[in-house]
């Protein structure tokens, strides 16, 4: 079983339409969850970390973690064809070496 | 600097030369981690420092690979004998100690092994 998990896509969505990205991990005492969004050819940069139970809201993004489940997700509300990309989530293990393990990115595609 | 800063940018080597990757860390940055991406797949961790010692480096594929990070800035990965299978992008990110501070990545070296 990898340590975080991602549907590979694509995702596809009408431009305006909410796309909704899930994640989930097998070290239950993974404390901080991050999202990443990667365009082609670039490398990450962070939308947003979540570390406590429940929704966490930037914007039109919303990341939601549910530790009993072991689940991330991230919600982009008024999606935009400017969305369009990967969409990496990490996960900090428990560990005390800090180390951020990457999920394997779901592609997004927003369709004007 | 502003933020993470890699060189070289793009490397093409002759299968079975060594290179070097450099990775200089935003500033005041203790943590730095490499990463690897091969085309169209997820990032492997490489290789983990806190200041100028690697608690995990158990990532790092053969022993081919090797990384080291000096006055706890600077770091090096050298990857020697090179082969095909190495071709990828090598992506350095830095954080503040660990615990739950983010990581920035810097725009990657991308590495072509022919």
């Known amino acids: 079983q990898k340590e975080v998990e991602q549907n590979s896509g694509p995702l596809s969505v009408p431009e305006g339409a909410i796309a909704s990205l899930n994640c989930t991990y097998s070290d239950r005492g993974s404390q901080s969850f991050f999202w990443y969004r990667q365009y082609s050819g670039k490398s990450p940069e962070l939308i947003m970390f979540?570390?406590?139970?429940g929704d966490k809201e930037d914007g039109r993004f919303t990341a939601q973690l549910n530790k009993a489940s072991q689940y991330v997700s991230l919600l982009i509300r008024d999606s935009q064809p400017s969305d369009s990309a990967t969409y990496l989530c990490a996960a900090r293990l428990s560990s005390n070496t800090g180390k951020l393990i990457f999920g394997q990115g779901t592609t997004l595609q927003v369709k004007p | 600097g502003a933020g993470v800063s890699q060189s070289p940018s793009n490397k093409v080597t002759e299968k079975g030369k060594d290179v070097e990757l450099r990775c200089d860390p935003i500033s005041g940055h203790t943590a730095l981690y490499w990463y690897r991406q091969s085309l169209g797949q997820g990032l492997e961790f490489l290789i983990y420092f806190q200041g100028n010692s690697a608690p995990d480096k158990s990532g790092l594929p053969s022993d081919r690979f090797s990384a080291e990070r000096t006055g706890g800035s600077v770091s090096t990965l050298t990857i020697q004998r090179t082969q095909q299978e190495d071709s990828a992008v090598y992506l350095c990110?830095?954080?503040?100690?660990?615990?739950?501070?983010?990581?920035?990545f810097g725009e990657g070296s991308w590495l072509t092994v022919v």
């Open positions: 990110a830095s954080s503040h100690s660990q615990g739950r501070n983010t990581i920035y």
């Open positions: 979540i570390y406590s139970n």
